[in-house]
């Protein structure tokens, strides 16, 4: 417009910014919410702005790319801080036997398709091997969002991409001997090649091994936190550039870097000073990947895309799930490991990127290439939906039980963290107590340190006959799950009614509901703890034992006045109709509940 000037680089630098901020604030936490995950979002984020805002840092989306790489570095750098030497090394058969069936596998299986559809079959094998690699960053994250990393099936991902990251370097020695306008490489030329990397990881491990602790050491010394998080991110970077030189990926150089301080005493301070850029870099990758899938070429080969990623998603699945099997892994393990690698990977784009740069793939394949690699990188969260389909129901283990010993005058349902502190003051007193848990490892970890414990489900009538239930003086309901230990309080209540019911509460909901069913005792399984916690941190600050005493009856005597009034709120206002049915509650039962949950400051115990 006349009379506007244009905008400066930093005014565009701080519009774009804004931008994927924005963009990462609407749509991660949507995408959340929903359940589809916070990778999902980003990537969607990335895609509204780069191709439906057209903002101009969608102009260069691949400029974007390559530094938000530095998310994925972080991230392998964060995993190699938790992977001692001794564990990686325990890992090598699934890192270089499965690595490499997975590799030569999924590249031959997704070579046939280009092949058989008429391209050469030098293109159609980098373009099959391309395509072999998964997404280290979406696959390790996801695994790190599900808790399933240390997993059977998490360890063998790991390895696989571990491996994969290892391959960079002679996938492109491959690129530069099939380059159509080069003669043949020499010989020599590889073998200096890999010896340079070879060199570079042996340099790398030294100065992980005999420099690294000692300059944190000095560092740390300094008492200055910024310059320990600016020595950490130092370290992450040399290590990656180290490994660029080497002709490997800057992930490789981190990880091994995170390995070498794994033993470090300086590890939990360098992963904490590296975490926030590390979330804040895989997100602004993620969303660069987004940005990347150009929405023209979708839609002027749209049929095509679709019908790639139709066809190399199941094939590379079915070929992972082959490799795995035939090399022993059980059938579960391997369909989960399938389904998480099915789709291709971030480093596709620069080996794909290479072989445009040599001659081999023009640019328009390679555009179509890197718009299926993104796709399938968007819809694998979905793919991974599939898993639960293919998995066999492992059989129940059981225990053939034998109750005839089980005449307890106490009754323990559930043999947990909580249930076995429980027992052990009825134990020393020489009380009769019989115990039942479902967990049949459980029961047998018991039985080898000598603890009798029947296995039986409480929540079925039987079980809680066979036990004893009929006979016992108190049933105490030690399970961890409050749904299953209202089902029990039923059970007992209305077939078992000579015994008193003490019962493990979850949260103070729960409280509320078994207040309203008239147990005779019951207990928030983190309450008394944090009271007597307290407790002793007045007491290391100076108070007198009295104040300290008087201090937390008044708090407990609050707190269960507070708890009266939401039981009669539930009752009045019926809340939670699926939890137990209340009875009606005599005034003076508060009062009785009072006296029972007064503890001793000093011994911790009740006072009856």
Not at 166 to 178: D, G, R
Not at 559 to 587: F, G, S
Request: glycine share 8%; charged share 20%.
């Amino acid at each position: 417009m006349p009379g506007v000037d244009a905008p400066t680089p930093m005014e565009i630098m701080f519009w774009e910014a804004l931008a994927l901020i924005i963009g990462a604030c609407i749509f991660v936490p949507l995408f959340k919410r929903l359940g589809l995950g916070t990778i999902l979002g980003y990537l969607a984020s990335g895609m509204a702005i780069g191709g439906f805002l057209s903002l101009g840092v969608a102009k260069h989306p691949q400029e974007l790319l390559h530094f938000a790489e530095f998310g994925v570095v972080l991230f392998l750098f964060v995993i190699g801080l938790e992977l001692k030497p001794s564990r990686l090394w325990a890992m090598r058969h699934d890192i270089f036997v499965l690595g490499l069936a997975q590799m030569l596998v999924c590249g031959f299986v997704l070579t046939l398709p280009p092949l058989l559809y008429g391209v050469r079959w030098q293109v159609s094998m980098i373009i099959g091997l391309g395509l072999a690699l998964s997404s280290t960053a979406l696959v390790m994250q996801v695994l790190e969002e599900s808790g399933e990393r240390a997993s059977e099936h998490g360890r063998k991902i790991f390895a696989i991409l571990l491996f994969q990251d290892l391959a960079i370097v002679p996938l492109l020695l491959l690129l530069q001997v099939m380059a159509p306008a080069a003669t043949e490489i020499a010989v020599s030329e590889a073998l200096i090649r890999v010896a340079v990397a070879i060199t570079s990881i042996a340099v790398l491990i030294a100065v992980g091994k005999f420099l690294l602790d000692p300059m944190f050491h000095l560092l740390a010394e300094a008492k200055m936190p910024e310059i320990m998080t600016a020595s950490a991110l130092g370290v992450v970077i040399a290590a990656a550039l180290l490994m660029d030189l080497a002709g490997m990926s800057y992930a490789m150089g981190a990880f091994i870097a995170g390995v070498m301080l794994a033993e470090s005493s300086y590890r939990h301070e360098v992963e904490a000073n590296i975490e926030p850029f590390r979330g804040l870099f895989l997100g602004l990758f993620f969303m660069a990947v987004g940005m990347s899938l150009d929405l023209r070429i979708v839609a002027n080969n749209w049929v095509l895309i679709l019908v790639a990623v139709a066809i190399a998603l199941p094939l590379k699945t079915v070929a992972i799930y082959g490799a795995m099997r035939v090399l022993g892994t059980p059938h579960n393990p391997a369909v989960q490991s399938a389904f998480a690698l099915s789709q291709h990977g971030e480093f596709g784009f620069v080996l794909f990127a290479s072989a445009v740069g040599i001659g081999l793939i023009n640019s328009h394949s390679a555009s179509q290439l890197v718009a299926i690699v993104t796709l399938s990188m968007a819809i694998s969260p979905f793919v991974c939906r599939l898993t639960p389909i293919f998995l066999r129901r492992a059989a129940p283990d059981t225990i053939d039980e034998d109750f005839s010993d089980a005449n307890g005058r106490v009754l323990i349902i559930g043999f947990g963290r909580f249930g076995q502190v429980v027992s052990q003051p009825l134990f020393a007193r020489d009380i009769d107590v019989t115990i039942i848990d479902s967990d049949p490892q459980r029961v047998r970890d018991a039985g080898r340190f000598g603890f009798r414990i029947h296995f039986g489900d409480g929540t079925r009538r039987d079980v809680l006959r066979a036990s004893g239930a009929a006979n016992a003086s108190l049933i105490a309901i030690c399970v961890d799950k409050p749904d299953q230990a209202s089902h029990i309080v039923r059970i007992v209540q209305s077939t078992f009614p000579q015994a008193k019911v003490f019962v493990r509460s979850y949260d103070r909901r729960h409280s509320v509901q078994l207040l309203n069913a008239q147990v005779d005792y019951s207990i928030r399984e983190t309450y008394e703890s944090g009271l007597l916690m307290s407790a002793k941190a007045l007491t290391a600050l100076g108070f007198e034992d009295d104040a300290i005493a008087e201090t937390i009856a008044d708090v407990r005597t609050r707190d269960l006045d507070r708890l009266m009034r939401q039981a009669d709120d539930a009752r009045a206002h019926a809340v939670d109709a699926a939890t137990l049915k209340p009875k009606p509650l005599r005034k003076p039962a508060w009062r009785k509940i009072l006296r029972r949950t007064r503890i001793d400051i000093k011994t911790g115990f009740n006072k009856r």
